[in-house]
């Protein structure tokens, strides 16, 4: 009898299985807490990288690797790291980052909204929506049984717990897994990129990402973000004159810090306070910085209290397991997040097959994906804290130094071509 398979959060990484397991031909279900296909609207656009490219290539069907391919928005920029003052410390270019022809090796921005569609696509007979999960129990023959608000329950014989950062599926399964607040703050906004803003704005600003770091302390990121090439109105039913992510060239930009260096009611104040507060903070930057900041719709500016993951040690395996956020929810600060829980999705739809096809058992397949995955999973949580804190340290000597190796690397090729072939990954 074949395997059954149930996952519980309709994320990214959770469809992307989804799809991986139907095209192995292994039922599955998806069961997503939103009443709708169109409650995703928040957020900013996401960075694939290869691992992630690599990851939806063997989950999609062809036609569906196609759709997510016309989807993505098109950009040549690079990466640059600068001063305060916008003096250039380092520049890596596209040319550089990109180092396959191959489109499953390549570097995306897509929007959260179209890459939903893309992954929804094809699943109306899988997925089940309004579906709050509550808890679980493992039946005498092995299988586990979900249980819903609605007061419905499902089995099966493996349960994969994707429902982000705050899941109840890891609140069960391994009620001892934490999640700290790391003494990090961000305040974040999008500059619309107008003909205005383009005329106005140095091209660095409007084609690269960058890093901004200070001598003193915290540090700016910004990102360049095209409309998707394919953007996707979910339905009609949204408030006139409303603006989707997809439909958008902007800049993004993120100012972190120190949690203590903020207000301790920064929590409450509106888009222009933030802005004014961040403004206040940069006063001594390049007006070109302060004006990409200063120049932001303030409905989109807010801010965000950055918290992670902690390493878990090894748990017994069981039919329940975890994906994604569930497991090593990240800070923002390495940008890789959405692109371990792709990493996962293709491990996991790897193993599940070799189950299938009788080469491995079911408490075997999961064994390994598990201790895969926590190796990289939260090498990358590891990755993603240590750049937060380093925004978010006043150390001066660290800052010269880090910016001594950036200018020694852009003098020295050899020494670029390397950082940035391990570059966004």
């Given at each position: 009898?074949?395997?059954?398979?149930?996952?519980?959060?309709?994320?990214?990484g959770?469809?992307?299985l989804?799809?991986?397991?139907?095209?192995?031909?292994?039922?599955?279900?998806?069961?997503?807490?939103s009443?709708?296909?169109?409650?995703?609207?928040?957020?900013y656009?996401?960075?694939?990288?290869p691992?992630?490219?690599?990851a939806?290539?063997e989950c999609?069907?062809?036609?569906?690797?196609?759709?997510?391919?016309?989807?993505v928005s098109?950009?040549?920029?690079?990466?640059g790291?600068?001063?305060?003052?916008?003096?250039?410390?380092?520049?890596?270019?596209?040319?550089?980052?990109?180092?396959?022809p191959?489109p499953?090796?390549?570097?995306?921005?897509v929007?959260?909204?179209s890459?939903?569609?893309?992954?929804?696509?094809?699943?109306?007979?899988?997925?089940?929506?309004?579906?709050?999960?509550?808890?679980?129990?493992?039946?005498?023959?092995?299988?586990?049984?979900?249980y819903?608000?609605?007061?419905?329950?499902?089995?099966?014989?493996?349960?994969i717990g994707?429902d982000?950062a705050?899941?109840?599926?890891?609140?069960?399964l391994?009620?001892h897994?934490?999640r700290?607040?790391t003494?990090?703050?961000?305040?974040?906004?999008k500059?619309?990129?107008?003909?205005?803003?383009?005329?106005?704005?140095p091209?660095q600003?409007?084609?690269?990402?960058?890093?901004?770091?200070p001598?003193?302390?915290?540090?700016?990121f910004?990102a360049?973000?095209?409309?998707?090439?394919?953007?996707?109105?979910?339905?009609?039913?949204?408030?006139?004159?409303?603006?989707?992510?997809?439909?958008?060239?902007?800049?993004?930009?993120?100012?972190?810090d120190?949690?203590?260096?903020?207000?301790?009611?920064?929590?409450?104040?509106?888009?222009?306070a933030l802005?004014?507060?961040?403004?206040d903070?940069?006063?001594?930057?390049?007006a070109?910085?302060?004006?990409?900041?200063?120049?932001?719709?303030?409905?989109?500016?807010?801010?965000?209290?950055i918290?992670?993951?902690?390493?878990?040690?090894?748990w017994?395996?069981?039919?329940?397991?975890?994906?994604g956020?569930?497991?090593?929810?990240?800070?923002p600060?390495?940008g890789?997040g959405?692109?371990?829980a792709l990493?996962?999705?293709?491990l996991l739809?790897?193993?599940?097959?070799?189950v299938?096809?009788?080469q491995?058992?079911?408490v075997?397949a999961?064994?390994?994906?598990?201790r895969?995955?926590?190796?990289?999973g939260?090498?990358?949580?590891?990755?993603?804290?240590r750049?937060?804190r380093?925004?978010a340290?006043?150390?001066r000597?660290?800052?010269?130094?880090?910016?001594?190796?950036?200018?020694t690397?852009?003098?020295?090729?050899?020494l670029?071509?390397?950082?940035?072939?391990?570059?966004?990954?």
């Open positions: 009898m074949k395997q059954t398979v149930m996952i519980i959060g309709g994320g990214i959770g469809l992307a989804a799809h991986g397991l139907r095209r192995a031909g292994i039922p599955v279900a998806v069961y997503e807490r009443q709708t296909r169109t409650e995703w609207l928040q957020g656009r996401i960075h694939i990288n691992h992630g490219s690599r939806l290539h999609l069907d062809p036609a569906a690797w196609q759709a997510f391919l016309d989807t098109t950009g040549d920029g690079g990466f790291f600068t001063t305060e003052r916008f003096a250039n410390l380092l520049h890596i270019s596209h040319e550089d980052i990109a180092v396959s191959d499953a090796e390549q570097h995306y921005g929007s959260r909204i890459l939903r569609q893309v992954l929804l696509s094809g699943l109306d007979d899988v997925l089940h929506l309004g579906k709050t999960f509550t808890r679980y129990e493992t039946t005498p023959d092995g299988r586990v049984t979900a819903f608000e609605d007061g419905s329950s499902a089995t099966a014989d493996l349960l994707a982000g705050n899941s109840r599926v890891r609140r069960q391994l009620p897994a934490d700290i607040d003494g990090v703050t961000a305040v974040a906004g500059h619309r990129l107008t003909e205005s803003a383009l005329a106005r704005l091209q600003l409007t084609r690269d990402a960058n890093l901004v770091i001598a003193g302390r915290g540090n700016l910004t360049v973000w095209r409309h998707d090439r394919a953007t996707v109105a979910p339905d009609a039913s949204l408030p006139e004159g409303f603006l989707l992510d997809n439909a958008a060239d902007y800049t993004f930009w993120a100012y972190a120190a949690s203590a260096w903020f207000p301790s009611d920064v929590d409450g104040y509106d888009g222009e802005t004014r507060l961040i403004l903070r940069t006063r001594d930057w390049s070109e910085l302060r004006d990409l900041i200063g120049g932001s719709d303030p409905a989109t500016v807010n801010v965000v209290r918290r992670s993951a902690t390493p878990v040690d090894p017994p395996t069981g039919p329940v397991t975890l994906l956020d569930a497991i090593h929810n990240m800070t600060m390495a890789i959405a692109n371990t990493r996962d999705a293709d739809r790897r193993q599940l097959i070799a299938e096809s009788g491995l058992s079911q075997a999961v064994a390994e994906y598990e895969q995955m926590r190796d990289y939260f090498a990358a949580v590891k990755q993603s804290l750049n937060a380093q925004a340290s006043a150390n000597f660290g800052r010269t130094m880090f910016r001594t190796v950036l200018r690397m852009s003098a020295v090729p050899p670029k071509r390397r950082f940035a072939r391990s570059f966004g990954s």
